[in-house]
């Protein structure tokens, strides 16, 4: 709301052009086409039947994106629907403290700075992570994420984070109500270490044409390959990441 008092525009219609539309990010939006339905990813999710969990897809429906709001309901803090490469396109101008690739200055440094700054006292939120301007900031240098690194995780599995030490971003999302459907619950911290461990190799990696191998999480330099990571337990099961950039799926949470 002092978004729309500030600005005398709609929030919708703020956010789309002067992030979205600068940042080229074409399937961000509240209002999907009927194009961007039909490239929905459908939503996971799990019921108990007898006894046992029973897993189940269901289809968006072209009305709500979030819950049973309808997609008139123009939140800050739900409602929008991205893809993967649209999302990148955002934490990358985080990371960048608000600069576009073309040198243009889309947010003030100083705010992304203030964004990224732990404003609740340490007496108020003792952990290893405090919250900043509408993020988590890592504050504890025993985390797996050096200090100063900022993201936030939303409805339905997605999560991001910027690491401004490193110059990482990583973004993934999953489109799940079930498990971890808040985003960075158990699922997200292993997506964090694993990351992190494959980012330590960086340095001893010279032929460009080779994918980065370590223990935790094969990545590739193709943005369409599986990335796959093992761990020990459950029966040694995989879990997998098909990365389909074309996608779209709910996110609950931008700015």
Request: aromatic share 12%; glycine share 8%; with cysteine.
């Amino acid at each position: 709301r002092l978004v729309e008092l500030t600005s005398g525009m709609p929030y919708n219609e703020f956010v789309t052009k002067e992030i979205f539309t600068p940042l080229g990010m074409k399937d961000t939006t509240f209002t999907p086409t009927e194009e961007q339905w039909s490239r929905f990813i459908v939503m996971h999710s799990r019921r108990e039947e007898d006894g046992h969990g029973i897993s189940e897809d269901g289809a968006t429906q072209p009305s709500c994106i979030f819950e049973n709001f309808p997609i008139t309901w123009f939140s800050g803090g739900a409602g929008l629907c991205s893809t993967l490469p649209d999302y990148v396109k955002f934490a990358e101008m985080l990371v960048n403290y608000g600069k576009l690739p073309d040198g243009t200055q889309l947010v003030p440094e100083e705010l992304i700075r203030e964004m990224g700054t732990p404003w609740v006292p340490f007496e108020v939120m003792p952990a290893w992570e405090r919250w900043g301007l509408g993020v988590r900031v890592i504050t504890d240098e025993r985390h797996w994420l050096p200090v100063t690194t900022f993201g936030w995780s939303g409805a339905y599995g997605t999560y991001f984070w910027v690491d401004p030490v490193n110059r990482i971003t990583a973004i993934y999302m999953r489109s799940s109500r079930w498990y971890d459907s808040h985003g960075c619950g158990t699922i997200g911290q292993q997506f964090e270490k694993d990351v992190m461990a494959c980012a330590k190799l960086l340095e001893k990696v010279r032929d460009e044409t080779k994918p980065l191998h370590c223990k935790k999480l094969r990545l590739h330099r193709n943005k369409n390959a599986i990335c796959r990571s093992k761990r020990r337990g459950h029966h040694n099961a995989k879990r997998w990441w098909t990365v389909d950039t074309n996608k779209i799926v709910t996110i609950f949470y931008l700015i």
